[in-house]
């Protein structure tokens, strides 16, 4: 199964956060899944560190690239069609780094590891 992590679910998993479900935390462990990280989460967090809102992600924000390729998630770049997609999905939603991660899961057809409920809404299956 491949799936793209949410950012909160990335910062879950990385730190042992016990607010990871069960069955999200088995799905990013179990080794046969493809785990897809957007660049768009690297861009949140960075923003997150620099405003001091997220202190303990200093060290993976330094060396983003190098984490996920530790864990063994594949990085998924930010494309003229995720953009698009992102700029035109309909809606009140408001936050950019949802409305990427939405159009993305779109786009490459897989479902997102997050515990937002607004994905529905925009026909994005989300494992939680």
């Not at 493809?34 to 330094?62: F, H, N």
Request: proline letters at 5%.
């Amino acid at each position: 199964m491949r799936a793209l992590l949410d950012t909160h679910a990335l910062l879950w998993w990385l730190s042992d956060d016990p607010a990871l479900t069960r069955a999200a935390r088995e799905l990013i462990a179990e080794t046969k899944n493809t785990l897809i990280v957007s660049a768009v989460s690297a861009w949140e967090i960075a923003i997150k560190v620099r405003l001091g809102k997220l202190p303990t992600a200093s060290d993976l924000a330094a060396d983003f690239s190098g984490a996920m390729e530790r864990e063994g998630f594949q990085l998924l770049a930010i494309s003229a069609d995720h953009g698009i997609r992102a700029g035109l999905l309909p809606g009140p939603h408001k936050d950019p780094v949802d409305r990427m991660l939405i159009a993305q899961a779109q786009a490459e057809n897989i479902p997102i590891i997050s515990n937002e409920i607004c994905f529905a809404s925009y026909g994005v299956r989300s494992l939680w």
